[in-house]
């Protein structure tokens, strides 16, 4: 251990030899330093990503609110249905399926919002109230499967927003016929 601290202090004599060791040190700080801004951006990069994807997923989830409270209105007799619920309702849905597709290409299928079948079966159901409104046939059939649909989003919007229960909770259960309130204890 002696000879190679008597090395050292040989070696750092040589003004060349301090030169040599005060830019590898400066270079190293340098390279930290390069290594903290790159892990900090990133970080930034990470975040920001996370959160627009987080407000491209509530903007779809929005527009599919939109769309359930636009079609709770379709048996209303005071709304005209052809020309004015539906072209709403297709409005919501296709700024809903633009959104969803953006995150599907840009992110990959787990962060879309609505899955390849849903969408298939929004077009579908849409075709069908335009095929009945052409051909002036009934649209009861369309109505069944935007409603199957729109039946689908509730659940997706309730999946989401609902909190979540307290298995410690008891449950109030009301009876429409009598009236009366029963509890049922927590599982």
Known sequence: ME???????AWTKNKA??????????????LII????????RANIHKKYSATV??????????????TELFAR??????????????ELKAQYTAAA????????????KKAVLSPEQIAAFDAAF?????????????????AD???????????IHDRYAPPRDPNEDVVIIDASSGQIQKEAAQ
């Open 98 to 109: 633009a959104v969803n597709s953006v995150l599907a290409n840009a992110c990959g299928e």
């Open 127 to 143: 075709e069908a109230y335009a095929t009945a409104y052409r051909t002036n046939a009934a649209t009861g059939l369309a109505q």
């Open 3 to 9: 000879q190679f601290k008597a090395k050292l202090a």
């Open 34 to 41: 390069c290594m903290c801004i790159s892990i900090h951006m």
């Open 74 to 87: 379709v048996e209303d007799p005071a709304v005209d249905v052809r020309y004015k619920l539906i072209p």
């Open 17 to 30: 030899h301090k030169k040599v060791i005060i830019i590898v040190l400066a270079a190293a700080l340098v």
């Open 54 to 67: 987080a407000q491209m997923q509530e903007q779809t989830y929005q527009n599919l609110i939109g769309m």
């Open 146 to 156: 935007m409603a199957a649909c729109i039946e689908e989003i509730q659940e997706m």
